[in-house]
């Protein structure tokens, strides 16, 4: 019944087609056979292959995620049967199972193309059985259909495994229960030995990978590898695109190597506050009467003397947990909980026996509510609740922002174009539109991680660096990053892309441009966070191709909008401050004296600062646009000093505010002292020195001020 009623939720919420983020790849890879980002989910990969292929109607990226679907409400059917072993009634165990299907990190991965279903069915299904191993333990049965049951369980555990790591973490859970419930299992060298070889036909699904890397699929992933050459005399290490059907690029591409450079906790406090924000996503996730029921459940199961159940769950979830603290990037850190499936699926056991245990107190003191009717009826009202409340950030149903972004960025290419990106904003839904539906079959996508191939501009940049001969064909080649090096290829704003052009050709006007109707752009209050910075970089490319066309008050009202959207990621944010200096140094080629400039880069500071407080305060790369935009100031306040004194001055005490720079804090401090603004002045002063010791100057300056 659970399985039943999961299921029409997530088919009347799915996503028409394919989603933000890895939906993209996942779903490229799975139809084409390819190999997507580590650790390359072989299971997932096949099963949702097969399904694809089975299923006669819908677009591929429909099929995957109706794939979705049908694993997370698995999940939800499975986590009922369990609760039905532990001895919870029928209507707990419905309610537990259908408040675990109506989480956000549960239901929000339910209707795109995610492995994460596929490993909550894989932990429901690894519970079940835990589930049935302690209840024939407790009743005495066979020791032979405990075996089976301990074995079955690493089976699926090593399948499980070849989806989603995630799962290892109950390789916590089943010691616990079996050391205090069966101790000496432990002691049976043949138990142990079949309980060991099980897990290895799963995991031998990721020698897969490689082969396939072998065949060169269209999605062919290249595990970036680290390589040491001397440059100069001195011995430099960088990243290359690997080989995943070599040893060493298989070692990189399972070990995740390139992508350990982004961990984010660097001691003891930050995986202190990691675990403090997901324990908190806990109680947000189930909400405080989830999480009341959650602490009934294992003060239940503590006086059944199921505590090994108990302390099997808690380390299921910090087994999720440790990774991530260890080796997570802020965004999968703080940004998402899906993470924690594993972990939540376990905590839905802990809200089902804790459901029981109410609902059966509560039968004993009024005997009507013991009732089946009442009973179902206050069963469904968790459920029910968090479906109502979590409707809003799960409803797929007009989920056609990332589809129709490709689509757009397609149709400004000419025939026969070439499209280089190495974002996964981009690229991910270019895969999907392109290998399985066959859009712009005439257009060649090149990424050098993701993809085979290379764009016939790089090898003519290169020849003539060397002093070869170019190829004979130059395809256009475009490009939709703002960041991109592209081994220093020029580029030109054309709308949503960029024409990029070797470094001497001459710079081209751009070309008409009709901003795209693009479903979703309008949603200022975006719940998922990635898409609402998608959303945020789509306004930010919108805001540049009108700069470019000296559209400046159009370019600030799309800025105003990502300001707004306030977007976890930086992208959109620091391509608007981008777009700012570039046409704050457009206007000072061409003499403009007004006010546009100083108002322009207090937008792109506005856009640093949120950046920083909605994302990751650390990222130096953010931090960097300070001076930036300092420099430009500071620029600005030198080229106005003549003719336009009093608003150079104020550009130079902006400058002095994001420039560590004694000379320039010292000249910003005597202007405010000369027109009078003392206490401004004392006050920035004290800021300066607190910032900075040893300035002297600012010291002297500052003594210097009148008494206040």
């Not at 205090?180 to 995991?203: D, M």
């Not at 752009?521 to 945020?536: M, T």
Request: glycine share 8%.
């Amino acid at each position: 019944m659970a399985f039943v009623a999961a299921f029409a939720v997530y088919l009347w919420t799915l996503c028409p087609t394919v989603w933000v983020g890895d939906s993209g790849e996942l779903t490229a890879a799975a139809w084409t056979l390819g190999t997507p980002h580590p650790t390359g989910y072989p299971l997932w990969l096949l099963l949702a292959k097969a399904f694809a292929t089975v299923v006669p109607f819908g677009t591929v990226a429909w099929r995957i995620n109706l794939f979705s679907a049908l694993c997370a409400a698995g999940a939800a059917g499975l986590t009922s049967r369990a609760l039905v072993r532990l001895g919870a009634s029928r209507a707990a165990a419905f309610g537990g199972a259908m408040a675990l299907a109506l989480l956000v990190p549960i239901w929000g991965e339910a209707t795109v193309a995610r492995t994460y279903p596929l490993a909550a069915l894989v932990s429901a299904g690894l519970l079940l059985l835990t589930a049935k191993w302690i209840e024939e333990t407790e009743a005495g049965r066979s020791a032979r259909t405990r075996d089976r049951l301990l074995v079955g369980h690493q089976l699926l555990l090593g399948f499980g495994l070849a989806n989603h790591p995630m799962v290892a973490a109950h390789l916590l859970l089943l010691p616990v229960v079996v050391l205090a419930k069966e101790r000496r299992a432990f002691a049976r060298p043949k138990l142990v030995a079949a309980a060991l070889l099980a897990l290895l036909p799963g995991l031998a699904l990721y020698g897969w990978l490689p082969w396939r890397a072998g065949a060169h699929p269209p999605l062919d992933y290249h595990p970036p590898v680290e390589v040491s050459e001397v440059v100069d005399g001195k011995t430099v290490t960088r990243w290359v695109p690997g080989d995943l059907a070599s040893w060493s690029g298989f070692k990189s591409y399972l070990a995740r190597e390139f992508h350990q450079t982004h961990h984010w906790a660097q001691g003891v406090g930050d995986q202190a506050a990691i675990v403090a924000h997901h324990g908190g996503e806990l109680v947000r996730a189930w909400r405080w009467s989830g999480s009341a029921l959650a602490l009934i459940g294992a003060a239940a199961l503590w006086r059944a003397r199921r505590r090994s159940l108990v302390l099997g769950v808690a380390l299921l979830w910090l087994g999720n947990l440790a990774p991530l603290a260890l080796h997570g990037a802020w965004w999968d850190v703080f940004l998402y909980a899906r993470y924690m499936t594993s972990g939540f699926v376990g905590v839905a056991l802990l809200v089902g026996v804790g459901l029981d245990a109410t609902l059966r107190e509560l039968g004993v003191r009024v005997p009507l509510l013991a009732r089946p009717a009442p009973a179902w009826a206050l069963a469904c009202v968790l459920p029910l609740f968090l479906g109502i409340v979590n409707w809003r950030a799960c409803d797929r149903r007009d989920g056609w922002l990332a589809a129709d972004y490709a689509r757009a960025l397609l149709a400004e290419l000419p025939p026969d174009a070439q499209l280089l990106s190495g974002d996964d904003l981009a690229i991910y839904p270019l895969c999907t539109l392109h290998f399985t539906e066959g859009v712009r079959p005439d257009v060649a996508l090149v990424n050098p991680i993701q993809l085979d191939g290379d764009a016939d501009l790089l090898k003519a940049l290169r020849a003539k660096k060397r002093g070869t001969e170019p190829p004979a064909t130059v395809r256009a080649a475009y490009s939709p990053d703002p960041t991109s090096d592209f081994e220093g290829l020029a580029r030109d704003r054309c709308g949503l892309v960029y024409r990029l052009r070797l470094p001497d050709a001459p710079r081209e006007p751009p070309p008409p441009f009709t901003v795209p109707a693009i479903r979703g752009l309008d949603r200022a209050d975006e719940p998922d966070p990635f898409a609402r910075s998608v959303i945020a970089r789509i306004l930010a490319d919108l805001a540049d191709a009108a700069a470019v066309r000296g559209d400046f008050a159009q370019m600030r009202t799309r800025l105003a909008d990502v300001e707004r959207l306030a977007p976890p990621r930086p992208w959109g944010n620091m391509q608007g401050a981008s777009t700012l200096l570039a046409a704050v140094e457009r206007r000072a080629k061409e003499g403009d004296a007004s006010d546009a400039a100083l108002r322009d880069l207090g937008i792109a500071q506005r856009l640093i600062d949120a950046a920083l407080r909605t994302g990751d305060p650390r990222d130096a790369s953010v931090r960097s646009v300070y001076r930036a935009i300092g420099l430009a100031h500071y620029a600005e306040a030198r080229r106005l000093q003549a003719s336009a004194p009093d608003l150079g001055a104020r550009h130079l005490v902006a400058a002095a505010d994001l420039l560590d720079e004694e000379a320039i804090r010292a000249s910003a401090a005597r202007y405010l002292i000369k027109t009078g603004k003392v206490d401004e002045a004392r006050a920035r002063l004290e800021k300066w020195c607190r910032e900075k010791a040893g300035c002297d100057t600012l010291e002297r300056i500052r003594q210097e001020l009148p008494p206040k």
